[in-house]
């Protein structure tokens, strides 16, 4: 069994709270508390390096993880569909390898790619992708080398293109997210989705000092009705061992300001493979009372449902 495979060890016991709901305590098993489609807003999966699919760079975390090591993955802790995004530190804009683990996994999958934002054919790219079976959103990342100005003709004939046919566009963004605010005011009719929290996150241990500090810049962008967030990764910012109490006062704030339906729960799976195990990526939210039922539902599913247009199926 793959060392990510390994289930949840019991959480230690924890203080009652005021912080979204009125009780801390652990909620149970898995299998009692698990009645809703739990779909995780982010996971990857890819090759080894071999010469036939080469790697451009080398991203922290399992040599390999298939598509069939992450169904297994989500078999194990009852998670029914992910959204997989093709990594672009292995692949840059070549989605090939997600493309074929969808085709064998059509019902559990739904996909992302990244897009270049200063490439001029990045339009007819995105009409491309937008007619492959399966997809249903793009990425930009927001590196050092794209431009940070909200007026960049490049990334707006992005986000105009995403609205045209129908595609949310998911901003790795952390340190721009100024600049998000003035792209969603100039495209109300394009649905963002912030990455990560909007916050830089560790492959490695620690995590680091303060790593909620950036939050205000996140909380800014609520009024923007055309704005979501990813809960992704959230517990590579805790400072606690499973299952990760110290994050959910800075979480809350989140699902005050944008409302349990513009926030989607997910693992970032494997990104996070160094830091924690699948099963307390996915325990630490459905098993906490931090959050209602009802919230929890569309938190771990609901809200991706509406926002992506998709849902899983096993059949």
Same mark, same amino acid.
């Given at each position: 069994?793959?060392?990510?495979?390994?289930? *949840? @060890?019991?959480?230690? @016991?924890? $203080?009652?709270?005021? !912080?979204?709901? *009125?009780k801390?305590?652990?909620? &149970? *098993?898995?299998?009692?508390k698990k009645a809703m489609p739990t779909i995780d807003v982010q996971v990857h999966a890819y090759e080894r390096d071999h010469p036939a699919r080469p790697w451009a760079a080398v991203l922290e975390g399992p040599d390999e993880v298939t598509g069939d090591d992450m169904v297994a993955a989500m078999d194990a802790v009852g998670v029914d569909g992910a959204l997989l995004v093709s990594p672009y530190t292995m692949y840059q804009y070549d989605a090939s390898y997600a493309i074929d683990v969808h085709a064998a996994n059509p019902g559990r999958f739904a996909l992302i $790619?990244?897009? /270049?934002?200063? =490439?001029? &054919?990045?339009?007819e790219t995105i009409a491309d992708w937008a007619a492959v079976e399966g997809t249903v959103a793009i990425r930009i990342m927001m590196r050092e080398e794209l431009s940070n100005d909200p007026d960049d003709p490049g990334i707006n004939r992005v986000l105009d293109a995403a609205a045209r046919h129908g595609l949310p566009v998911n901003l790795l963004a952390w340190n721009r997210l100024e600049q998000v605010a003035g792209l969603a005011a100039r495209n109300p =009719?394009?649905?963002? !989705?912030?990455d990560h929290l909007g916050l830089q996150q560790p492959f490695v241990p620690p995590a680091p000092p303060e790593p909620f500090a950036d939050l205000p810049r996140l909380l800014n962008l609520a009024p923007y009705d055309n704005v979501a967030v990813k809960i992704t990764g959230a517990c590579t910012l805790s400072h606690e061992a499973f299952p990760y109490n /110290?994050?959910?006062?800075?979480?809350?704030? !989140?699902?005050?300001?944008? &409302?349990? /339906?513009?926030?989607?729960? &997910?693992?970032d799976w494997t990104r996070a493979a160094k830091l924690l195990t699948y099963a307390q990526g996915v325990d630490s939210f459905r098993l906490t009372d931090r959050i209602s039922d009802s919230d929890r539902a569309a938190l771990m599913g609901g809200s991706l449902e509406r926002i992506y247009d998709w849902s899983p199926s096993k059949a």
């Open positions: 069994m793959l060392r990510w495979l390994r289930t *949840s @060890p019991a959480p230690p @016991p924890t $203080k009652s709270s005021a !912080i979204c709901c *009125s801390t305590r652990w909620r &149970g *098993s898995r299998r009692e $790619k990244p897009v /270049d934002a200063a =490439n001029l &054919g990045v339009t =009719n394009t649905r963002l !989705i912030i /110290d994050i959910w006062e800075p979480l809350c704030r !989140i699902f005050d300001a944008f &409302g349990f /339906d513009r926030c989607m729960w &997910g693992t």
